[in-house]
């Protein structure tokens, strides 16, 4: 059984930055991806970026450029540094790790509870 816990999320106004942690707990599991979905008011859960246990990323074109995914593998932990942030960053930010569960022998998601971030001034 794996578990997130995410922290970093608050209030920016237009132009400022944020740092976001999600760190995961747990035995039996290993991580095959992690990554980071928002979903904003009235719109679709997206994708925001995500990297490969190998360090592999991928972003949305909306935030190419301004935000960063990184990750630590000795701490389970996935960061999502985001800077130049803009109203249309405003939405509620999930991390997710993707990951092999040695007890079942399944792959499987886990998701964290959200974390909102809002940019206003």
């Known amino acids: 059984q794996v578990q997130l816990v995410e922290s970093g999320g608050g209030l920016v106004q237009p132009g400022g930055s944020l740092r976001l942690s999600c760190a995961a707990s747990?035995?039996?599991?290993?991580?095959?991806?992690m990554g980071w979905y928002r979903q904003g008011p009235g719109k679709q859960r997206e994708l925001v970026a995500d990297?490969?246990?190998?360090?592999?990323?991928d972003y949305a074109d909306s935030v190419k450029g301004r935000f960063t995914i990184s990750r630590d593998n000795t701490k389970n932990t996935v960061y999502l540094q985001m800077n130049s942030l803009k109203p249309e960053d405003t939405a509620v930010y999930y991390c997710?790790?993707?990951?092999?569960?040695?007890?079942?022998?399944?792959?499987?998601?886990?998701w964290g509870q959200g974390t909102l971030v809002t940019v206003s001034s």
């Open positions: 747990g035995s039996g599991f290993s991580i095959n991806a």
């Open positions: 990297i490969t246990i190998g360090g592999t990323t």
């Open positions: 997710y790790f993707d990951y092999y569960n040695h007890y079942g022998g399944t792959i499987v998601d886990a």
